[in-house]
Nanobody, 126 residues
C-alpha cells in the first residue's frame, strides 16, 4: 500500500522553527517529485515547496522563500521541510504529496500530485 505520513507539526511561537517530515511506505521516492502544501482555515490549498528526484530542482513559494528549506534523505525515504522564522500566517495544515509523472519542480503541476498524506498541523502563535 502506498502511503505518505507527515509528522513534526505542533505549536510554536512566532520566530521559532519546526521541521516537518514526510515518510513514504510502499514505494520509494526515486524518480518522484515531492511537494509540500498547506491549507489554512477558509483559504485555498497552497503549494509551498517541492523537490524533484529526477533533476534535483527545488521550488519555494515567495511567502516562504528564505525561511523554509526542503531536503530529501534517500536512505530514510523521507523528505523534510525545515521551517524557520515562523510567522502566524504560516499556521495551516501541512500536507506532503508525491508524483512520479512530474519530472521537474516549479510553480506549476500543483494539481497533478496523485499521492497524498493526511497532513500535520502547524500553529504559530504571535
Amino acid at each position: 500500500e502506498v502511503q505518505l505520513v507527515e509528522s513534526g507539526g505542533g505549536l510554536v511561537q512566532a520566530g521559532g522553527s519546526l521541521r516537518l517530515s514526510c515518510t513514504a511506505s510502499g514505494f520509494t521516492f526515486d524518480g518522484y517529485t515531492i511537494g509540500w502544501f498547506r491549507q489554512a482555515p477558509g483559504k485555498e490549498r497552497e503549494g509551498v515547496s517541492c523537490i524533484s528526484s529526477s533533476d534535483g530542482s527545488t521550488y519555494y513559494a515567495d511567502s516562504v522563500k528564505g525561511r523554509f528549506t526542503i531536503s530529501k534523505n534517500n536512505a530514510k525515504n523521507t523528505v523534510y521541510l525545515q521551517m524557520n522564522s515562523l510567522k502566524p500566517e504560516d499556521t495551516a495544515l501541512y500536507y506532503c504529496a508525491a508524483e512520479l509523472l512530474i519530472l521537474s519542480c516549479g510553480n506549476n503541476h500543483w494539481d497533478e500530485y496523485g499521492n497524498w498524506g493526511q497532513g500535520t498541523q502547524v500553529i504559530v502563535s504571535s
